[in-house]
Structures are given as structure tokens and as C-alpha cells.
């Protein structure tokens, strides 16, 4: 008979906890009386189904420039020698309704290149989005360190590849000609998705 008393203070200790790192808005009435025991339990689930609105997932929480992708010593091997272009106006595979954030092009003549476009969409829109990568020749799996979904598209070679990352409202997507910049997109990744 202790062990439900136990596990149900144990959930609500949880759920209290995902409540209070989930948001930051007027937090101080629910301490007050035995009421909240339903309260936290119930708001658990609400977060876990509004993905979209969590915080993390503003565009204030991208970099604001493509000089503060990743670091300066990995973007620096991985694009140093290259000549930041436009960027503008790039059309590759992104959800319906997403909004770029920002867009990076670094180019080496007709050798070598990095495309890089961050964007964000509905949750919803990521996801059909991402369903309909396949069609396009990409496969997907999700990223065990970021909780995101990362599909990329077959290649020869670890220096030219399609690659998008997505979840949390938010959609990468990177493509190299003739450049490995998969420990750059590590860091990356890491950055926007945490």
C-alpha cells in the first residue's frame, strides 16, 4: 500500500517539475492548498502536446547571424576559406508555412560550397514536411542527442550531402559540395535544438 502513495508524490514531484521548467508565467498560486494535485498532473500533458509553443522554440533562440553558428574554430575549418554570398532566395526542402530565419551561402569558385538555411513552421506543418522528405530521396531517424528528426540524403561522400534536421518548430537544412561539415552541424544542431 506505500508504493502507490510514494509513486503518485513521485509523479506529481515530475510533473511539478516539467511545469516549472516549461514555462514562466505566474507560477505562484498552485502552493497553496491541496487542489494542485490534479493541476500538475493534468498541465504534464499539455506541454508534451503543444511542442510549438514551448520558448525554446522562438526565433529569439536562434542565432540572430551566421557568424555565431557553432563556434568560431569549427566555423572556421569548416567554411574559413570559403566567400560568404547571398543568400537569399534559396529554394530547398522546407515545411508549408515556414519563415526563414536566417540563410547562409559560403562558396569556393565552382569547387566547394555550404548552403545553410534556419527556418520555423507549426508543428504541425514539420511534420507533414518531414513526412514528405522521403519522397524526395531522404531517409530519416531520430537524432539521439537533440530529440530531433535528422534525414539526409544518400551520398558518396561525407564532404556533399543533403542534410535537414527538424523538430520543436524548427527546420534545418545544410547542403555541401566538397566540404565535410558534419562535426560543424553537430555543433550546430546542438546549439539550435539543445
Known amino acids: ?38 493541476s500538475p498532473t493534468a498541465s504534464v500533458a ?22 555565431d553558428l557553432g563556434t568560431a574554430e569549427t566555423r572556421q575549418q569548416t567554411v574559413g576559406d570559403l566567400t560568404a554570398q ?26 566547394a560550397a555550404v548552403l545553410l538555411i534556419v527556418s520555423t513552421a507549426p508543428a504541425a506543418d514539420i511534420t507533414a514536411g518531414l513526412e514528405g522528405l522521403g519522397a524526395q530521396g531522404f531517409e530519416c531517424q531520430p537524432s539521439q542527442d537533440f530529440g530531433a528528426q535528422y534525414c539526409a540524403k544518400p551520398s558518396d561522400t561525407p564532404e556533399t550531402e543533403d542534410v535537414v534536421v527538424a523538430g520543436d518548430g524548427k527546420w534545418l537544412y545544410l547542403e555541401t559540395v566538397n566540404i565535410n561539415a558534419r562535426p560543424w552541424l553537430s555543433e550546430i544542431t546542438s546549439q539550435i535544438f539543445g
Open 1 to 38: 500500500m506505500r508504493r502507490a502513495p510514494i509513486a503518485f508524490t513521485g509523479a506529481l514531484l515530475i510533473g511539478a517539475a516539467a511545469l516549472l521548467t516549461g514555462c514562466a508565467s505566474g507560477a505562484g498560486a498552485p502552493a497553496a492548498s491541496d487542489t494542485p494535485v490534479a
Open 46 to 67: 499539455s506541454p508534451t502536446a503543444s511542442t510549438p509553443a514551448v520558448p525554446s522554440s522562438s526565433p529569439a533562440a536562434l542565432p540572430a547571424s551566421c557568424d
Open 86 to 111: 547571398h543568400a537569399d532566395g534559396f529554394v530547398r526542402p522546407s515545411p508549408a508555412n515556414a519563415t526563414t530565419v536566417l540563410s547562409c551561402n559560403w562558396i569556393q569558385e565552382e569547387a
